[in-house]
């Protein structure tokens, strides 16, 4: 009779993951890292829920194979998971963050990284965690990518989180109306979002939105 203090864990069978544990072990790290936001910050939360939704749909519109759409919807949904190191007070506070504030903000993307990289079968959503707040023209951050150098997956992510960003209610400014938020988005294309990204996402919106408002869509793709 094996001596079961010697034995492998149930789940472990001959020493390598089957197929399907992997994938339960990848979903349930997913809700698990959600949850966790959840209990904590449910206002960063629900962003990164409406984010997910966004980063999905422009993913699908550009026909990307379903593997990389479901984990660009992965990504988004914990892209913010780094922010689980900051103070929620600063998180949230009304007035402008200080320069030093602002430096603890920006380490939520290599904080995001250091949860991740410790999960093997988490990495594919690394690049979105990473580099969601770097610009096409270089000039974001963490480290300074450019253009095609910036995941695809982040590029798609930053726009997704910067319409939220603009759209809903936070401490520091009232929600934007979604026509704004589109303008915005526009007016920073082939500077701050890879511009194939915000047209996907206009045209995204255009096929959501009610056709009243459909009008002011088109003005702003010419
Ligand atoms: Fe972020």
């Known amino acids: 009779m094996p001596d079961p203090a010697n034995s492998p864990p149930p789940f472990v069978g001959n020493g390598s993951l089957s197929e ?22 449910p206002v960063t939360h629900s962003h990164c829920q409406r984010v997910s939704d966004n980063a999905r749909q422009i993913a699908e519109h550009l026909n990307l194979p379903q593997l990389t759409v479901e984990h660009i919807a992965d990504s988004a949904l914990i892209h913010d998971i780094g922010k689980l190191a900051l103070s929620l007070e600063d998180l949230h506070k009304a007035e402008p963050l200080s320069a030093l504030e602002y430096e603890q903000f920006k380490s939520h993307t290599t904080n995001g990284k250091w949860i991740l990289e410790h999960i093997r079968f988490l990495h594919p959503l690394i690049g979105g965690v990473y580099h969601h707040h770097e610009r096409w023209d270089g000039g974001g951050y963490p480290l300074g990518l450019a253009g095609n150098a910036i995941p695809l997956m982040a590029r798609i992510i930053a726009v997704a989180d910067a319409f939220d960003a603009i759209t809903s209610q936070r401490a520091y400014q009232s929600a934007q109306s979604i026509e704004y938020g589109l303008e915005e988005l526009a007016s920073c294309s082939g500077t701050q979002f890879d511009p194939q990204i915000v047209d996907a996402f206009l045209i995204v919106m255009q096929e959501r939105v009610p056709p009243r408002s459909r009008m002011q869509l088109v003005a702003l793709e010419r």
């Open 20 to 41: 399907l544990e992997i994938d339960l072990f990848y979903e349930h790290s997913i809700v698990m890292l959600s949850n966790m936001l959840k209990a904590r910050d």
